[in-house]
Every structure is written in C-alpha cells, then in structure tokens.
C-alpha cells in the first residue's frame, strides 16, 4: 500500500532537508547566493578549520544544493537552485494547512479575548 505523498516527493528531498538542518550549511548557502567562492572565502567568517568547511560543502554537494569546479588551484563552490526550489514546492502543499490552522487559532484567540471582556464587565 502506497502512502500519500511518497511517489511525488523528488528524490534527494531527504538529502536537501538534511542539509539545510545544520545552521552552517545554511549559511554557506546564503554566501554563495552573492556569488562562487573558494572554500577559503567561505571558511573566513567561521571559526572552523578549513577541512571542517570542507565538510560541509561535501554535504551541500551530495544533496545537489551546490557544485564545485576545479579552476587552476581553486575549487569554487556554486549554488544551485533547482534541489532547493523542489523543497520549496513540497513546503508550499502545506500551506493551506498553515493557513487554515492559523485562522483557527486567531478565531479562538478572538473568542477568548472576548469572554475574558464579558467576564470583567460582570465582576
């Protein structure tokens, strides 16, 4: 028996989720949305060590997030949107749940707020 939503997922989403869990990784992906760098340009605002940086871009390149070429002595790392815009698209079918379950929650914000009123005036 198939369960909903296993055969639309893309198949590196769990990769991708995993990737973006650490906040490391996420911020090497925000750096290299300005532009390609080196691991040593990335490592610079980290208190890491360059193998630990290493590391990290090995895990964005496993799950597609990113790419690296090998230009002379350097092996620039780049972004790449498509892994990251498939995780955007399995997010966004949850928001009608989102939506829903906060309009929820305001209406009874709402009724609390105005039993809380009803319960003043009468005291």
């Known amino acids: 028996m198939e ?6 997922q893309p198949q590196n989403l ?3 989720f995993a990737a973006l869990a650490d906040p490391t990784r996420r911020a090497i992906l925000s750096r290299l949305a300005m532009g ?6 990335i490592a610079a605002p980290f208190e890491m060590s360059q ?9 964005l390149e496993r799950a597609g997030l990113i790419e690296r070429d090998v230009d002379q002595q350097r092996r620039p790392a780049r ?3 498509e892994p990251m815009a498939a995780a955007v698209r399995w997010l966004i079918a ?12 305001d209406g009874l914000l709402e009724e609390l707020k105005k039993a809380e009123a009803k319960g003043v005036k009468n005291d």
């Open 79 to 81: 972004l790449k949107a």
């Open 36 to 41: 390609e760098a080196s691991v040593n340009e």
């Open 51 to 59: 193998p630990a940086v290493s590391k990290h871009l090995k895990v």
């Open 94 to 105: 949850f928001r009608q749940f989102w939506s829903s379950s906060f309009d929820q929650l």
């Open 14 to 16: 769990d990769a991708v």
């Open 3 to 8: 369960q909903f939503g296993y055969a639309q």
